[in-house]
């Protein structure tokens, strides 16, 4: 039996990695999609010891000590994962730990060779203008990216209301969540760059052509 395709997607916060996730879902279809951003805003709704320090952690943009991603998502997988069905990681790996837990992991599963490593690469002072400048819709709660023609956006696209900016996108919490990429996952892009398993894609460009370039590179 062939083994399905399966996606992990790097990138700096606000490089749009989640939204190209979710393309690429539509796209083929028949994948299983964990997103560690969802795994820990979840873990945090609970009422355990954990939880609670989580939800510090999530309100201060930093990140919770390395092991407790990777044991969150591989439960999820562990859980859910069907023999025939692919999956795409958003948000993980971060580190080269990280990223080595995931190497065995897809030993185990037999799927190293069928996982591509997706860089959505943006520059750091993109990221910085795209985290401080996106908005929030107030009424819906959809978040607009700061890119391309959402830019002129005046209203929410889906329900006309008032687009407001996010109270966690303060400077220094951008700061650090970019900090934490430049620290801990720019050696795990070189990992995967040493071994000639990363697809990086130019993130400066709008939604649809970061997602051709995508499709392209895995032809
Ligand atoms: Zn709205």
Redesign the pocket.
């Known amino acids: 039996m062939n083994k399905p395709f399966n996606f992990t997607f790097i990138g700096r916060s606000g490089s749009g990695k989640g939204t190209q996730a979710k393309l690429l879902m539509k796209h083929f279809g028949n994948l299983f999609y964990v997103s560690t951003g969802d795994l820990f805003r979840d873990l945090s709704k609970a009422d355990t010891d954990t939880s609670i320090r989580i939800q510090k952690i999530l309100k201060q943009g930093g990140l919770p000590f390395d092991d407790l991603s990777s044991t969150l998502w591989m439960h999820e997988l562990a859980y859910n994962l069907k023999e025939n069905e692919g999956f795409i990681l958003d948000g993980a790996p971060r580190r080269v730990n990280e990223a080595q837990t995931l190497d065995r992991f897809l030993d185990f599963l037999e799927r190293k060779e069928t996982t591509f490593n997706l860089l959505v690469d943006i520059s750091r002072e993109e990221a910085f203008n795209r985290l401080s400048k996106r908005r929030l ?1 107030k ?4 978040l607009i990216p700061w890119v391309g023609e959402f830019k002129e956006l005046k209203v ?1 696209d ?4 008032e687009l407001i900016t996010r109270a966690d996108d303060s400077p220094e919490a951008i700061k650090s969540r970019l900090d934490y990429y430049e620290e801990r996952v720019v050696p795990t892009v070189k990992y995967y760059e040493e071994q000639s398993r990363l697809l990086k894609i130019n993130g400066e460009q709008s939604i649809e052509d970061v997602f051709k370039d995508i499709l392209k590179a895995l032809k």
């Open positions: 819709c009424k819906c709660g959809r929410c889906k329900c006309g209301g």
